[in-house]
T-cell receptor, first 114, second 114 residues
């Protein structure tokens, strides 16, 4: 099975930086994804890591350490519109699944205050 | 707009009934994924199809079934509905070229079982 843990909620002020951590336990790791989801809307893709290291995309960066089962999403220069839930998702393959299952964490609600 | 369409947007039905949710992937995407999102369970991966064939199975109940048709649209059938099946059901699609495997989510179908 897989366990994915991320904090329930984080609060930060506009213009600040927030780091959302995600730890996971899985076998047959095949990639880690971060999604943003505003209330009542569909998740939207933010980033993908399959190799160790940092991936930077504008104000958002994501880091992965496979040996530690750890990832973080870094949000810089926070804006009010960044208030949303951030979902960490892990894909892992198995004997019976050709390309692997996805499992999502419960999400971290980020609240950006003025 | 992700390019993934889902119908209907809302569905209200009674316990014991059967419903069908429909998903059309983005043009060119061969993979379709189904997810269930409820308040207490978060986003749960149900099943994945690729070019008409089942590729990965998650926490899908035996009362639920899905298929992907030759035109690549997919349907999720939910039968013997229970109150606990009330949730948002998302469909996502991806190219599945073996690269980033980014999933693009549709707007979801909100199912209410009374």
């Amino acid at each position: 099975g897989q366990n994915i843990d991320q904090p329930t909620e984080m609060t930060a002020t506009e213009g600040a930086i927030v780091q959302i951590n995600c730890t996971y336990q899985t076998s047959g790791f095949n990639g880690l994804f971060w999604y943003q989801q505003h209330a009542g809307e569909a998740p939207t893709f933010l980033s993908y890591n399959v190799l160790d290291g940092l991936e930077e995309k504008g104000r958002f960066s994501s880091f992965l350490s496979r040996s530690k089962g750890y990832s973080y999403l870094l949000l810089k220069e926070l804006q009010m519109k960044d208030s949303a839930s951030y979902l960490c998702a892990v894909r892992s393959g198995g004997v019976t699944d050709s390309w692997g299952k996805f499992q999502f964490g419960a999400g971290t609600q980020v609240v950006v205050t003025p | 707009d992700s390019g993934v369409t889902q119908t209907p947007k809302h569905l209200i039905t009674a316990t014991g009934q059967r419903v069908t949710l429909r998903c059309s992937p983005r043009s060119g995407d061969l993979s379709v994924y189904w997810y269930q999102q409820s308040l207490d369970q978060g986003l749960q991966f149900l099943i994945q199809y690729y070019n008409g064939e089942e590729r990965a199975k998650g926490n899908i109940l035996e009362r639920f079934s899905a298929q992907q048709f030759p035109d690549l649209h997919s349907e999720l059938n939910l039968s013997s509905l229970e109150l606990g099946d009330s949730a948002l059901y998302f469909c996502a699609s991806s190219v599945d070229s073996g690269s980033t495997d980014t999933q693009y989510f549709g707007p979801g179908t909100r199912l209410t079982v009374l």
